[in-house]
Nanobody, 116 residues
Framework: QVQLVESGGDWVQPGGSLRLTCTFS????????ISWYRQAPGKEREWVAS????????NYSDSVKGRFTISRDNAKNTVFFEMNSLKPEDTAKYYC?????????WGQGTQVTVSS
């Protein structure tokens, strides 16, 4: 059974930092691209970043490029999302995602709130 569990969301002031974690189980983690998405209230879920199976390549949306960093530890079945210089518009529920075995899998999400 594939499971994704996000953690690390919190309230933070503008300019602050957070580190999100997503831990995976139930599939060969090191074979797949992992992504982070986010969904703000009243908006559609949007892609934010992806990392290749080896961790060598990363891609980011223009809205977070230069501020956020995605990384992974395949030995620990974990993906990290370092978020710096946070802005109020980064407020959203953040989800990790994997497409494995022909299926989309999502975690339950972790809430990030950026406000003063």
């Amino acid at each position: 059974q594939v499971q994704l569990v996000e953690s690390g969301g919190d309230w933070v002031q503008p300019g602050g930092s957070l580190r999100l974690t997503c831990t995976f189980s139930g599939f060969p983690f090191s074979n797949d691209i992992i992504s982070w998405y986010r969904q703000a209230p009243g908006k559609e879920r949007e892609w934010v970043a992806s990392i290749s199976s080896s961790g060598t390549f990363q891609n980011y949306s223009d809205s977070v490029k230069g501020r956020f960093t995605i990384s992974r530890d395949n030995a620990k079945n974990t993906v990290f999302f370092e978020m710096n210089s946070l802005k109020p518009e980064d407020t959203a529920k953040y989800y990790c995602h994997v497409f494995a075995g022909g299926h989309d899998y999502w975690g339950q999400g972790t809430q990030v709130t950026v406000s003063s």
